[in-house]
């Protein structure tokens, strides 16, 4: 069975950072595409950014660009999303999952919570 696991999150200031981790037991993230993607109260689930597992290429959402950076470490089987300059409307539930556009098997996802 795929599993996906975030961690990472928490509550910061704005124009803070927080950094995401992803991780996945059983099998290897580098064989696939990874996508993060955020749900906030009240609003649709979005994406935020994604690599490709074809040579890494990163992709990110407008809002985001410039300030989200997502990498990976395959000798870790880990994917990374760090998050500067936070915005209060970076606030949600944030998730990993093994494709970009539909997050069909994804992980249970990590709280961020961006507040003065």
């Known amino acids: 069975q795929l599993q996906l696991v975030e961690s990472g999150g928490g509550v910061v200031q704005p124009g803070g950072s927080l950094r995401l981790t992803c991780t996945a037991s059983g099998y290897s993230l580098s064989s696939y595409s990874i996508g993060w993607f955020r749900q906030a109260p009240g609003k649709e689930r979005e994406g935020v950014s994604c690599?490709?597992?074809?040579?890494?290429?990163?992709l990110y959402r407008d809002p985001v660009k410039g300030r989200f950076t997502v990498s990976r470490d395959n000798a870790k089987n880990t994917v990374y999303l760090q998050m500067n300059d936070l915005k209060t409307e970076d606030t949600g539930v944030y998730f990993c999952?093994?494709?970009?556009?539909?997050?069909?098997?994804r992980g249970q996802g990590t709280q961020v919570t961006v507040s003065s």
């Open positions: 999952a093994l494709d970009c556009l539909v997050p069909t098997t």
């Open positions: 690599i490709l597992k074809t040579d890494d290429s990163t």
